[in-house]
C-alpha cells in the first residue's frame, strides 16, 4: 500500500471558528503556521469532551492518493461522513495493458498461485481484446472482473476531515489488516497529528498526568 499526501489545510480558519460559541476570539495564541499553547489545550478539551463538541476537527481537511489493495478499500468505504473519494476506473482501465505481479498487494500469497490467476486473466483479457461481438465481448469482461483477486490495488485520491480520520485511528488499532497500521502510522505523520491521535507534544503530556 502507498500512502501520498497532497495537501492539508484549514488549521487557522478551524481554530478561529473553535472559539466561536464563547466568542473568546482573544484568547487564541496561535500564529500562521504555528498553533499556540492555548488554543492547542482547548482543542484537546472539545476533543476529550466528545465529537459534538469538536466540531472544528470537521473543518481541517487533509487530501492524499491511496494505493491500495480493493479487500482494504471496501473496509475503508465503511467511513462516509467527513471522507470523499475519487477512484481511478477498473472497468474503463484494466484492459489497456497485461497485468503483472506489481499490480497485487502479494506479499502473503504464493507466488505460483498469483503468476497462474494474472496468466489465466491476461489470456482472458486478450481474448476481449481480439473479440468484436459487443454481447461476446460483455461477457469476458464480466467474467474478468469477477474472478480479479481482492488484492488487485487501486489508486483512488480521498479527502478525509480530521474528524474522520480521529474516528478511523481510533476504531481500527489492532486490526489484522496490515494496511490499517500502515494508514494509522499516515495519521501519525500529518500535520499537528494530536489532535487525530490524542498524543500530545511533550510539555502538554506531562501537564495531563
Not at 85 to 101: E, G, W
Not at 129 to 140: A, L
Request: charged share 30%; net charge negative.
Amino acid at each position: 500500500m502507498k500512502i501520498k499526501t497532497l495537501e492539508v489545510g484549514g488549521f487557522h480558519s478551524a481554530l478561529k471558528a473553535m472559539r466561536n460559541p464563547l466568542d473568546s476570539w482573544a484568547k487564541s495564541d496561535s500564529k500562521t503556521g504555528t498553533i499556540g499553547r492555548k488554543d492547542m489545550e482547548l482543542s484537546y478539551k472539545l476533543a476529550q469532551a466528545g465529537t459534538e463538541h469538536a466540531k472544528h476537527l470537521r473543518m481541517i481537511v487533509v487530501w492524499a492518493d491511496i494505493t491500495a489493495p480493493r479487500e482494504w478499500l471496501i473496509q475503508l468505504d465503511t467511513y462516509r461522513i467527513g471522507v470523499e473519494k475519487v477512484s481511478c476506473s477498473t472497468m474503463h482501465t484494466l484492459m489497456k495493458r497485461p497485468l503483472t505481479v506489481d499490480d497485487f498487494e502479494n506479499d502473503s500469497i504464493s507466488p505460483v498461485a498469483l503468476e497462474s490467476a494474472i496468466a489465466f486473466l491476461n489470456s482472458e483479457m486478450e481474448l476481449y481484446n481480439s473479440e468484436s461481438d459487443p454481447v461476446t465481448r460483455k461477457v469476458i469482461w464480466r467474467g474478468i472482473i469477477q474472478l480479479l483477486p481482492q488484492s488487485y490495488l487501486q489508486k483512488r485520491t480521498y479527502m478525509f476531515s480530521y474528524a474522520a480520520l480521529r474516528n478511523i485511528y481510533r476504531q481500527r488499532e489492532g486490526h489484522k489488516l496490515k494496511e490499517w497500521e500502515e494508514f494509522r502510522e499516515w495519521c501519525e505523520s500529518l500535520p499537528e497529528s494530536w489532535m487525530i491521535t490524542d498524543k500530545l507534544p511533550e510539555p502538554l503530556q506531562e501537564e495531563e498526568e
